[in-house]
């Protein structure tokens, strides 16, 4: 697995636009259809070791896509208040008019 920001990836070479690329975070494998969002959060941590895999497995199940998108939607408009070691995930700050 390995982990780039949106801005590194020619979006054509992966089938996505430039607007769906910096909207959410992908899980891109060959061979596979991209998936975003919650999806990839849940492909990511399949991918991990136990236990984490098993959270990814529960949170890919079909009742839960709902439970496990609204979750995604949270932790993704409240990205600026968790605690980040480099900015990547980061929002540009809205400039204020003085």
């Known amino acids: 697995m390995q ?19 910096d909207e959410a975070a992908w899980w891109l494998a060959a061979g596979s259809e ?19 895999a098993y959270v990814g497995l529960a949170l890919d199940v079909r009742m839960f896509r709902p439970l ?11 990205r600026h208040r968790l605690p980040s070691g480099n900015g ?3 929002l540009p700050r809205p400039s204020r008019g003085v």
């Not at 982990?3 to 996505?16: C, E, K, Q, R």
């Not at 919650?38 to 984490?52: F, H, Y």
């Open 68 to 78: 496990a998108r609204r979750g995604y939607l949270w932790v993704a408009a409240n």
């Open 34 to 52: 991209p998936l975003g969002g919650a999806r990839a959060v849940a492909a990511a941590l399949r991918a991990c070791d136990k236990p984490w």
């Open 88 to 90: 990547v995930c980061g």
């Open 3 to 21: 982990v780039v920001t949106s801005v590194s990836i020619d979006p054509a070479a992966v089938g996505l636009t430039r607007r769906q690329l």
